[in-house]
């Protein structure tokens, strides 16, 4: 079954703890992405990778970090510098790298800050 | 950056009614993408449309990419059509693919 996952599907925090999504894809995609979205709100993009060990921050990096270590992988760490976590995780991938392609999208992760 | 407006915000139709939806863009594009957002926040792909008309099922779509807009034909509207419908364009001067959205259009299908 070809497809993207993404875990936790929830997930609680204590306000100043560091966090980490977990997005793994098995299509042989070379480019990934990590989106949030806010409710009643559109995506917005944190950081992109296309290709391994190699990744660009998107338009709201800040309070973020990511690695790209292998093909498969791109986990997302939500860091204590972020200052409102709160929001719908959505992890993409796509065929190319540098390339116009369709993205693809995993199930994402509910993060919550109490 | 590049704008994405999509209207209307919000729509409510009786189920078998048709249905367009508009996404408007300010600049030249390489992609743009149409998404249906489920009830659980899952995004599936509808159409990858830079250009021209695409057609599955009920659903069809329209971009114009000279006068910068798309539009999103259901036809015999069903309550599973129900959610939230994105556009998202890659601008045309960008590398690799980094999709801005619109707003969106909420959707409801009532019985």
């Known amino acids: 079954d070809g497809g993207i996952t993404q875990s936790p599907k929830y997930l609680f925090r204590k306000e100043g703890q560091n966090v980490t999504l977990s997005c793994e894809q098995n299509l042989n995609h070379d480019a990934m992405y990590w989106y949030r979205q806010d409710p009643g709100q559109g995506l917005r993009l944190i950081y992109y990778s296309q290709i391994v060990n190699d990744f660009q921050k998107g338009d709201i990096a800040e309070g973020y970090s990511v690695s790209r270590e292998k093909k498969e992988s791109f986990p997302l760490t939500v860091t204590s510098a972020q200052k409102n976590p709160t929001a719908f995780y959505l992890c993409a991938s796509s065929i190319g790298a540098g390339s116009s392609d369709e993205q693809f999208f995993g199930p994402g992760t509910r993060l919550t800050v109490l | 950056g590049i704008q994405v407006e999509q209207s209307p915000p919000d729509l409510i139709l009786q189920e078998g009614a048709n249905s367009t939806l508009r996404c408007n863009f300010s600049d030249s594009v390489n992609n743009l993408q149409w998404f249906h957002q489920n009830p659980w926040g899952q995004l599936i792909n509808l159409f990858y449309i830079p250009s021209g008309t695409k057609q599955n099922g009920r659903l069809s779509a329209t971009t114009v990419a000279t006068e910068r807009y798309s539009l999103l034909y259901i036809s015999s509207s069903q309550t599973t059509d129900s959610g939230v419908y994105f556009c998202?364009?890659?601008?045309?001067?960008?590398?690799?693919?980094?999709?801005?959205f619109g707003e969106g259009t909420q959707l409801t299908v009532n019985p």
């Open positions: 998202a364009v890659e601008p045309g001067e960008t590398s690799g693919s980094r999709l801005t």
